[in-house]
C-alpha cells in the first residue's frame, strides 16, 4: 500500500475543502481499503467523512424518506418505517455482506463501490477499464462466470451494489455536492456504462461529495420486495438480484418497476417486464411472463448463460413476493 495522508472532518465544507490533487473520500473504508492493499487505487490523501454529524440520520416525512449518506447499512435495515414503506431497501441493505460489513459500510460507500470483476481487482492484470484505452477485456474470452449476461460487450463487469437496485426502483435521487454549489441526480441516471465512460462508474465528478439520498414517498398502493440470489448463504455479493415496485389496485396492478443487479455493468430497469404486469393482475403467470421478457436480449457469455435462469427465478419469485403472493423465499441469501 502506498503512503497517504489522513484527514479528518467535522463538517461537509471541510471535506470539501480537502478533496482535489489525489485525494480520496473515505467511509466506512471497506471497499476502498481492499483496493488500496491491492494495489487498484492509490490515493495521496484520504479525506475521513465518518465524523461530518450533518452526513448521519435517517428521516421519514410525508415527502418521502431523507437518508444521510453515512447511514449504514444496517441502519436502514431494521428502520421501522423503511422495514414498512420502503420494504425492498431495507431487504437489500440487510441482505448485502455480512452483519459486521452492515454495521460498517455506509450507503454512500455502497453506491460508490468499485466493480468486482477479478481481472479489475487483481494487479496481475490490466485492461480496458483500468486503463481506460483499447486493452483487452479479459472477461471476454476468460473466467467470466459472475459477470455480465446484458450490455457486456465493451466491459462486462457488474455494479456490485445491492442498495442501489431497490433505490432506482423507487426513483430516489442523490444529492452531490461541490465547492461550486450542490446538484441532485436520478438514481437511474447515476450510472454511467462503460460505453459512455470506461474508468467510472458513475457520473460523481473529482471533488463531488454525496451529501443526501432521497427517496420519494410511495403511492397509495406501493408494495415493494428485494431479493439475491448468490453461492453463498452470506459474505458475499449477489449473483442476481431483483427489486419490484408495484402499485397495485386490489390485485390488479397499476404501475411496475422491476430491476435488475449485476445483470449488466449497470443495475437496469427491464421495461418489457414492467409492461407484462401494467394493467393486469399479478399471478405466476404473469410473473413469469414478467421474467422471461426481463431476459429478451441477453446476450451471455461463455460461462455464464446459468445466470438466465437465476434471473428469471429471481424476478418471477421477487414479483410474487411484493404482490404479497408469496413469502420471502428461504432459498434467496444473505
Ligand atoms: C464479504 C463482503 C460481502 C459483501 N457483500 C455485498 C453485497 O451483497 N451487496 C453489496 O451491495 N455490497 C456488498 N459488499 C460491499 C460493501 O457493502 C461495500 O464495500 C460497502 O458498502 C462500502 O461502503 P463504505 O462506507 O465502507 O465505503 P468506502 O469503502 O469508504 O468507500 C467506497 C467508495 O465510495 C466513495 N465514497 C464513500 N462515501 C462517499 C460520499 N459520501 N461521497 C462520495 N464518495 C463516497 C469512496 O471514495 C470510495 O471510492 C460486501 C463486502 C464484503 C467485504
Ligand atoms: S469486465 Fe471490465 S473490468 Fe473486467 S476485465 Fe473486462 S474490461 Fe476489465
Not at 418505517?81 to 455480512?98: F, M, N
Not at 466491459?155 to 435521487?173: G, K, Y
Request: charged fraction near 20%.
Amino acid at each position: 500500500m502506498n503512503k497517504f495522508a489522513f484527514v479528518d472532518c467535522t463538517t461537509v465544507d471541510e471535506a470539501l475543502g480537502q478533496l482535489g490533487d489525489g485525494a480520496t473520500v473515505k467511509a466506512g473504508g471497506i471497499d476502498l481499503l481492499d483496493l488500496m492493499k491491492d494495489e487498484i487505487v492509490s490515493p495521496s490523501k484520504l479525506v475521513n467523512i465518518r465524523n461530518v454529524e450533518s452526513l448521519r440520520g435517517i428521516t421519514s416525512g410525508k415527502d418521502g424518506l431523507h437518508l444521510g449518506p453515512l447511514s449504514t447499512l444496517s441502519e436502514i435495515a431494521n428502520h421501522p418505517e423503511i422495514q414498512k414503506s420502503y420494504t425492498a431497501l431495507a431487504d437489500a441493505a440487510g441482505h448485502a455482506a455480512t452483519p459486521q460489513v452492515r454495521n460498517m459500510a455506509t450507503l454512500g460507500g455502497n453506491i460508490m463501490q468499485r466493480p468486482r470483476c477479478w481481472y479489475f481487482r487483481s494487479n496481475d492484470f490490466n485492461c480496458k477499464k483500468k486503463s481506460g484505452s483499447s486493452d483487452d477485456c479479459h472477461a471476454h474470452a476468460g473466467e467470466n462466470q459472475y459477470h455480465a449476461i446484458m450490455n457486456n460487450g465493451t466491459c462486462a463487469m457488474v455494479h456490485p451494489s445491492s442498495a442501489a437496485v431497490p433505490l432506482i426502483a423507487m426513483n430516489a435521487q442523490v444529492e452531490l455536492t461541490s465547492k461550486r454549489g450542490k446538484r441532485t441526480v436520478a438514481t437511474s441516471d447515476f450510472y454511467v456504462p462503460p460505453e459512455k465512460d470506461l474508468l467510472n462508474e458513475t457520473v460523481v465528478q473529482p471533488g463531488e461529495l454525496i451529501t443526501g439520498i432521497f427517496v420519494p414517498a410511495p403511492e397509495l398502493g406501493t408494495r415493494s420486495a428485494y431479493q439475491k440470489y448468490g453461492e453463498k448463504e452470506s459474505f458475499d455479493w449477489p449473483l442476481a438480484d431483483a427489486g419490484v415496485v408495484l402499485v397495485m389496485d386490489g390485485a390488479r396492478c397499476r404501475k411496475a418497476s422491476i430491476v435488475l443487479g449485476v445483470a449488466a455493468p449497470t443495475p437496469i430497469r427491464s421495461t418489457s417486464a414492467e409492461a407484462i404486469l401494467t394493467g393486469k393482475t399479478i399471478d405466476e403467470s404473469t410473473a413469469r411472463a414478467a421474467a422471461s421478457a426481463a431476459m429478451q436480449g441477453a446476450t451471455p457469455l461463455s460461462q455464464n448463460g446459468f445466470k438466465m435462469q437465476l434471473f428469471q427465478t429471481a424476478i418471477y419469485r421477487t414479483v410474487l413476493l411484493a404482490a404479497g403472493q408469496m413469502p420471502r423465499d428461504p432459498s434467496s441469501i444473505g
